[in-house]
C-alpha cells in the first residue's frame, strides 16, 4: 500500500491500483534485491481416526503427508500463474511440514526464501493452501467433514515494510 499525501491528510492507496481505479501489475524494477522470506500456515481439523490413518501413513491413496508436501512446493513454484498479478519468482527453497495438534488436527507451515525485488508472502500462503487441500483429497473418502482452517501468513521478513511476526 502506497501513501499519497493530500495537503493536512494523508490517503492510503492499494499498489495494485493506478490513479485511476484500473488494477495493475506493480512495477518492482527499481527495488532492490534483498534476501526475503515467508511463513505461513493452515490447520486440517478431522476426525481422531483420519489423523491417525495420515500419521501412520495408512491412508489408502498413499501417503497423503509425501503427497501433500510436493503439491505444497510446486503450488509455491507456481503462484504467478494462479495469482493475477503476482510477479514470477526465482525461489531459492520451499519447505513444507506437518504437525499433528491435538486428537483432530493436522497443522501445516510452509517457508519459502528468495533474493529478489518482491516478497514471498503468496508463495507460501498458496504453499499451505494446496498442502491443505492435497490433505482433504488423500481423505475424502475417509472424512468428508474436514475442514481447511487458519491459513493465514505468520512472519515475513526482507524488503522495505521489514519484519512481520503475527500475534498468536
Same mark, same amino acid.
Given at each position: 500500500m502506497a501513501t499519497r499525501r493530500t495537503g493536512k491528510t494523508s490517503v492510503k492507496r492499494l499498489s495494485h491500483v493506478d490513479a485511476r481505479g484500473r488494477v495493475r501489475m506493480?512495477?518492482?524494477? /527499481?527495488?532492490? =534485491?534483498?534476501?526475503?522470506?515467508?511463513v505461513a500456515g493452515a490447520t486440517v481439523r478431522m476426525q481422531p481416526a483420519t489423523l491417525r490413518l495420515i500419521t501412520s501413513r495408512r491412508v489408502a491413496k498413499g501417503d497423503a503427508l509425501a503427497a501433500a508436501r510436493v503439491a505444497g512446493i510446486m503450488a509455491a513454484?507456481?503462484?504467478a500463474d494462479l495469482i493475477p498479478l503476482c510477479h514470477p519468482l526465482a525461489i531459492q527453497v520451499v519447505t513444507v511440514d506437518f504437525?499433528?495438534?491435538?486428537?483432530? /488436527?493436522?497443522? =501445516?507451515?510452509a517457508r519459502v526464501?528468495?533474493?529478489?525485488r518482491?516478497?514471498?508472502e503468496?508463495?507460501?500462503l498458496t504453499a499451505v493452501a494446496v498442502a491443505a487441500l492435497?490433505?482433504?483429497?488423500?481423505?475424502k473418502a475417509v472424512d468428508r467433514a474436514m475442514m481447511i482452517t487458519d491459513v493465514c501468513l505468520l512472519e515475513k521478513s526482507g524488503g522495505r515494510s521489514g519484519t512481520y511476526r503475527r500475534r498468536s
Open positions: 506493480v512495477d518492482v524494477g /527499481a527495488k532492490p =534485491i534483498t534476501e526475503r522470506e515467508a513454484k507456481r503462484t504437525a499433528p495438534r491435538g486428537r483432530n /488436527a493436522l497443522v =501445516i507451515e526464501k528468495v533474493a529478489g518482491t516478497g514471498v503468496m508463495e507460501a492435497t490433505i482433504y483429497d488423500m481423505c
